[in-house]
């Protein structure tokens, strides 16, 4: 089985920081892309930000030159460092990963999700 673990959501103000970070375990035989959604209250799900195995990266316009996203590859991790937070930048955030399991083929696995609220 596979699980994605999340953690750092939480309370910040605007113009503040936060790093969220996500663990892949369990049985993996190889992880294509990561990536992280967000969806706020009324709103669709979005892609916020994903990173190839090849290190390719990619961002909604909105977060562009605030977020940066990264990899452990060693360790199944995907982050995502959030600065100069914005009220609007309030949702949950949910992590995905492309993985090929060692009794499965590439399967898309997501997070339980984070809160992430900005106040101003």
């Known amino acids: 089985q596979v699980e994605l673990v999340e953690s750092g959501g939480g309370l910040a103000q605007a113009g503040g920081s936060l790093r969220l970070s996500c663990a892949a375990s369990g049985d993996i035989f190889s992880i294509n892309h990561m990536g992280w959604y967000r969806q706020a209250p009324g709103k669709p799900r979005e892609l916020v930000a994903s990173i190839t195995i090849s290190g390719s990266r990619e961002y909604v316009d909105s977060v562009k030159g605030r977020f940066t996203i990264s990899r452990i590859y060693a360790e199944n991790t995907v982050y995502l460092q959030m600065n100069s937070l914005k009220p609007e930048d309030t949702a949950v955030y949910y992590c995905?990963?492309?993985?090929?399991?060692?009794?499965?083929?590439?399967?898309?696995?997501w997070g339980q999700g984070t809160q992430v609220i900005v106040s101003s």
């Open positions: 995905n990963a492309d993985i090929k399991s060692t009794s499965s083929w590439y399967t898309d696995y």
